[in-house]
């Protein structure tokens, strides 16, 4: 079936330290992958999206390409601020009629100054 | 546009009592989506709205939870005889058919069954 996986959490950075959080997806078809992230009690933000192969998504310094070789979507920022601190999710969006998302299990991510 | 809105934020219920939940949709949106959410996990899709009608429903859909979206706008979601496994956030998003899909998320409810 089709299924996210993610790397794990807490990730724990230092400020202006180099960011990747692995995702990697398991799907028939092409899904459009995407990035939401989510800031303490409250709902799912979008961060950024691909919807075909090779496709870069970017928003904020934050970017993921569109890996179907590898089947990866990973998520990279150079320089993390300690306001990026939340729960960042990677989702799949899949491509029946009713255009779900299937959610990794989130990785967290805290960035102290 | 006011994005998303859900109410109530927080609900306390205690075991074996009904509640209900709302969602707003952004207005132009014509899809509609429930999840839930429980602590440490990500969202799993419940049931989705195309205008009023409910086109998939999820096994995790009991029949004690229903939903309904009435005139195509905002939808309910109300849970019966609610179970302290109920205990999760709610969240609805929306999107807009034949654009690019992309769902926005309201800032959710959560639910306490004591």
């Known amino acids: 079936g089709n299924s996210v996986t993610q790397m794990e959490g807490p990730v724990t950075l230092s400020e202006e330290a180099f960011l990747t959080i692995n995702c990697t997806y398991t799907?028939?078809?092409?899904?459009?992958l995407f990035w939401y992230v989510q800031y303490p009690g409250e709902g799912l933000q979008l961060l950024l999206k691909?919807?075909?192969?090779?496709d870069k998504g970017s928003n904020k310094g934050f970017e993921a390409t569109y890996r179907k070789e590898t089947t990866s979507f990973h998520l990279e920022k150079g320089s993390v601020q300690v306001s990026d601190s939340a729960v960042y999710f990677c989702?799949?969006?899949?491509?029946?009629?009713?255009?779900?998302?299937?959610f990794g299990s989130g990785t967290r991510l805290l960035v102290r100054p | 546009d006011t994005g998303v809105s859900q109410d109530p934020r927080h609900k306390i219920t205690k075991r074996g009592q009904n509640v209900t939940f709302r969602c707003d949709p952004i207005?132009?949106?014509?899809?509609l989506y429930w999840y839930r959410q429980t602590l440490g996990q990500g969202p799993e899709f419940l049931t989705y709205?195309?205008?009023?009608?409910?086109?998939?429903k999820s096994r995790l859909l009991s029949d004690r939870f229903s939903a309904e979206r009435p005139k195509g706008s905002f939808s309910t979601l109300e849970i019966q005889r609610t179970e302290q496994g109920d205990s999760a956030m709610y969240l609805c998003?929306?999107?807009?058919?034949?654009?690019?899909?992309?769902?926005?998320f309201g800032p959710g409810t959560r639910l306490l069954v004591l």
């Open positions: 799907a028939t078809g092409y899904p459009s």
């Open positions: 998003a929306s999107s807009f058919q034949g654009a690019s899909e992309t769902q926005y």
């Open positions: 989702a799949l969006q899949w491509m029946d009629s009713s255009y779900k998302l299937i």
């Open positions: 691909a919807t075909k192969a090779d």
């Open positions: 709205f195309q205008n009023e009608a409910q086109l998939e």
């Open positions: 207005s132009e949106h014509n899809r």
